[in-house]
């Protein structure tokens, strides 16, 4: 089995992340985030063009499973490691051949993007945080939040592995009662503030 990462475009240019007007400048930026990743095995780079890219389907984050007769047996349109994992051992399993766990997988997984995000956001500052501020307010502050949260969301939002089917039932359960707890504090602070009606005086008329 072996990894490779295309570097295809610079997805948060700024300052000091300009977008590529060279090929040396994208093979320059190719060896930096090998580094800076420190990444163990194979980083190519696409062309100037983006051709690789466009074949490929031309997304942001996209991952893709090559069986052993050189056919995708798995397309994963939004990189989640535990998805990738559950595939890769379904691919085993088959002999490395054929699709796998139903061949796509659609799914937004936006969870490690926010925890992680950051760091690609950081480079291209103070640019990129305008930029994607303005496509979709709210989702730069956000991933800035859910970085410096990362210390406590990492061991799940990044983990490797998909969860096992009781830490499913424990975070189920757990929403669960977060919901409840909530409805509750929305109804009681609702009944708090609604108005309350004054009896009358029978004899006077007046509202006390």
Avoid: C
Avoid at 33 to 44: D, F, K, M, P, S
Avoid at 131 to 158: H, K, N
């Amino acid at each position: 089995m072996h990894f490779v990462d295309v570097v295809i475009r610079q997805a948060h240019p700024g300052p000091d992340a300009p977008a590529y007007h060279s090929f040396e400048e994208k093979m320059r930026d190719a060896e930096r985030y090998q580094r800076e990743e420190g990444i163990a095995w194979t980083v190519l780079v696409d062309d100037l063009e983006g051709t690789a890219h466009q074949v490929y389907g031309g997304l942001a984050d996209p991952t893709y499973i090559i069986d052993s007769d050189g056919r995708v047996a798995f397309y994963n349109m939004w990189t989640h490691a535990p998805t990738l994992h559950t595939s890769l051992e379904m691919l085993t399993k088959q002999g490395g051949r054929g699709v796998v766990n139903g061949g796509i997988d659609q799914t937004p997984h936006l969870l490690p993007s926010m925890t992680d995000g950051w760091k690609g956001l950081r480079r291209g500052l103070p640019q990129s945080l305008i930029d994607i501020e303005t496509a979709a307010p709210t989702v730069g502050i956000s991933t800035w939040l859910g970085y410096q949260l990362r210390p406590l969301t990492a061991p799940l939002t990044l983990r490797a592995k998909p969860l096992p089917t009781s830490a499913k039932i424990g975070l189920g359960v757990g929403a669960a009662a977060l919901l409840l707890l909530g409805a509750k504090a929305l109804t009681r602070d609702r009944r708090s503030y609604a108005p309350r009606r004054r009896r009358s005086n029978a004899r006077t008329g007046r509202r006390r």
